[in-house]
């Protein structure tokens, strides 16, 4: 017996360590931010730098540091959350970014001279810059682990973040420690605070602060070289202000942010290729022929190189066919991006005259395009959230952060192959269950057709989207699952939503959708107890009422219970802060 149940969840992004008063705070680059508790946070910070000073001897200096390091972390999180743009102005921003949008590169290069840096001093960082709609965060992670094998230190930094906002600031593949993000942040933080009057202008928003945040770390720490990922789309994206570097790459293009990027393919493609640099070559992976026009006509426009990467199974290897470190057939492409960007970058670290970190009399470094040999980094690269799956007992959780219509299908594809091995030795009944919600200006139906509801910590937090729209959107999710499951609805038959006490809206009772408060609460309801991970991870804020526990039973029945969560990273980092905790530690 195989059965199908798919929810719409809604989780508060309510934190008992996060200032009440950050949910309506209106920022963005161009608005200033309601004024925070500063002093006090810069206090902690000084208190804690004085405490380490002066207190150099016996266990309780150990003691000290760590308090006041999970406090100070604590209080920059929530510092850095006064950055986020309230929802109430966002479409203001973007409209007037829409207008001249060359103006937020021109604000980005004030914020980073505001901090002692130049956009000169960044050439010293040795950049690989990776745009593209799908797979660029997961071609950054190749392309770091290809290098870091080679010995290199290396930075990576990328959006957006599953659990905890350090993720995004990477050296040597690991997220900075609590230390080094505590310490940067509140240098670069007190930097701009300090020169907003004098400047007549605001604090940067919450990506261009991190931004300039992770440009100031792999600096200060001397990475080798630095994989920086784009934001959305390129040409006006705030990591463009890099001006030289040592290659670029465009993963697959798709329809994705068309308020801020276009609503055609060749609009979008125009945008990505914003990040092309003259003389600096551009690698891509294969596109269908409209964007491909469009990135070719651009790169003859500002002179550059731009090469089409081959097919994974064209690259030799003695080995035969290689096992990638990321499941699902899309991320071959991925891997082969990765390769050409590994391959150049070398060369150009040889050709600078650099001393070697590792023996790099490889042949990757002297081949054609066509037989680079494949690199062993590949197979050991790690990147969460993304194809990833995880196995507790009886209950196995497959995640993918996919949220565009060709995410979504390659999603079902590995999820489909995955879910035929794994089920094909089980006896008894299997239940598949779907955890699904979406965020921004997606059209959550196209997406559940492409397949076939749950919203976060401090770290977690989205000040972009108000209560309501996430309530509606997780009601339309709903409605949308009904639509094209065909099911139908007993007449009258309708149930308060699970969230009490908030907005007074109504979703009708469906057989196989269910609208949960939180992440927990639906992870909790589909494991019934049966996923030791999840035992440990206490009661949810909004508990479930007794008459929807009532409809687990045959989730207790099954043999075993396949639960796919995809349709947003925000979902898959709020589940994953439950279903592998040291994530969160």
């Known amino acids: 017996m195989c059965v199908w149940f798919g929810f719409i969840i809604l989780a508060w992004t309510w934190s008992p360590h996060t200032d009440s008063k950050a949910r309506n705070i209106q920022t963005s680059g161009d608005i200033s931010p309601v004024p925070t508790k500063k002093k006090a946070i810069l206090g902690l910070w000084v208190r804690f730098r004085v405490g380490v000073t002066v207190r150099v001897r016996g266990l309780g200096l150990r003691i000290i540091k760590q308090t006041c390091v999970r406090v100070c972390v604590q209080e920059a999180v929530c510092a850095l959350n006064t950055l986020q743009t309230n929802v109430s102005v966002l479409d203001q921003v973007r409209r007037e970014r829409s207008d001249q949008p060359e103006l937020q590169l021109q604000a980005m290069r004030g914020f980073l001279h505001r901090t002692g840096l130049t956009v ?43 659990v905890q906002v350090r993720e995004r600031i990477r050296i040597n593949g690991q997220p900075i420690s609590k230390e080094l993000f505590t310490k940067y942040f509140w240098e ?21 602060f991190l931004t300039i945040l ?35 790459g465009i993963s697959s293009l798709g329809i994705d942010h068309t308020s801020i990027l276009g609503d055609t393919i060749e609009e979008i493609a125009w945008q990505k290729a914003g990040i092309f640099k003259p003389g600096v070559p551009v690698f891509t992976v294969k596109q269908p022929d409209r ?3 469009v990135l070719q006509g651009r790169a003859k426009e500002i002179g550059c190189p731009l090469w089409v990467c081959p097919d994974l199974e064209q690259y030799e290897s003695g080995a035969g066919h290689l096992s990638l470190g ?12 990765a390769l050409q960007l590994s391959k150049t970058w070398l060369q150009r670290y040889r050709q600078s005259g650099h001393n070697m970190k590792n023996d790099l009399s490889h042949p990757s470094l002297t081949s054609p395009l066509i037989s680079l040999p494949l690199s062993p980094g590949l197979e050991a690269t790690e990147w969460p959230g993304r194809t990833q799956t995880l196995r507790h007992g009886p209950v196995t959780y497959y995640l993918d952060g996919a949220h565009t219509t060709g995410s979504m299908q390659a999603c079902v594809h590995w999820f489909s192959q995955e879910i035929q091995q794994e089920e094909s030795s089980n006896r008894g009944p299997v239940i598949r269950v779907l955890l699904f919600n979406t965020t921004g200006e997606r059209d959550s139906a196209i997406l559940l057709s492409a397949a076939l509801f749950c919203k976060n910590n401090a770290d977690q937090q989205n000040f972009n989207v108000s209560v309501e729209n996430m309530l509606t959107r997780c009601l339309d999710n709903q409605i949308s699952w009904q639509s094209l499951s065909g099911t139908e609805t007993k007449q009258g038959s309708e149930s308060e939503l699970l969230i009490k006490d908030r907005l007074p809206l109504l979703a009708k009772t469906r057989t196989n959708t269910l609208v949960f408060p939180c992440i927990l609460s639906a992870l909790q309801w589909i494991s019934q107890g049966r996923d030791t991970v999840l035992a440990t991870a206490g009661c949810p804020y909004l508990p479930v009422q007794p008459s ?16 796919l969560v995809t349709g947003s990273l925000h979902l898959v980092g709020g589940a994953l802060k439950y279903l592998d905790p040291s994530l969160a530690s």
């Open 214 to 248: 992770a440009f100031q770390v792999f600096l200060q720490e001397r990475v080798d070289l630095a994989v920086i990922e784009v934001g959305i789309g390129g040409a006006y994206d705030c990591t463009n202000i890099i001006r030289k570097p040592w290659v670029c």
């Open 291 to 293: 964007p491909m026009t």
């Open 548 to 563: 929807v526990m009532a409809k687990a039973e045959p989730l207790r029945e099954a043999a075993q219970v396949s639960v």
């Open 188 to 208: 670069v933080f007190a930097q701009l605070d300090d020169t907003k009057d004098s400047h007549g202008v605001s604090m940067p928003a919450y990506f261009s």
């Open 120 to 162: 000169d001093k960044l050439d010293h960082l040795n950049i690989i810059h990776v745009t593209g709609t799908k797979g660029k965060g997961s071609t950054c992670a190749f392309t770091e682990r290809i290098l870091r094998d080679y010995g290199f230190r290396t930075g990576f930094y990328s959006s957006p973040h599953l």
């Open 326 to 337: 990321l499941a699902g057939q899309q991320q071959r492409c991925n891997a082969s991006l």
